[in-house]
Nanobody
């Protein structure tokens, strides 16, 4: 069982930056692939970024490539998500997710555990 708690969301102006964190419980954190997803009002949850168990492979949605960076620290059971050059269309609730086995996927139903989400609002 893994519990995930996101933090770091907030209100920022367009062009600004935010850094999200996801703290995970459990002793097997390093065996999980981790992902970030987001859901805007009236829209479906969408994949944003993911990182494999060891941190050596990362994947990003085209809409955030070059602006967002996912990283992990297995010693601290945390995943970080640096978001730069934010745009109003990045406004959403951001969710951290964990998938057993360590293999990355962009498919939300294949993740086993989810955090409660943190709101990110980008004003124009």
């Amino acid at each position: 069982q893994v519990q995930l708690v996101e933090s770091g969301g907030g209100l920022v102006q367009a062009g600004g930056s935010l850094r999200l964190s996801c703290a995970a419980s459990g002793r097997t954190f390093s065996s999980y692939a981790m992902g970030w997803f987001r859901q805007a009002p009236g829209k479906e949850r969408e994949f944003v970024a993911a990182i494999n168990w060891g941190g050596g492979r990362t994947y990003y949605a085209d809409s955030v490539k070059g602006r967002f960076t996912i990283s992990r620290d297995n010693a601290k059971n945390t995943v970080s998500f640096q978001m730069n050059s934010l745009k109003p269309e990045d406004t959403a609730v951001y969710y951290c997710a964990a998938r057993r086995g360590g293999v990355v996927t962009t498919d939300a139903p294949l993740y086993d555990y989810w955090g409660q989400g943190t709101q990110v609002t980008v004003s124009s």
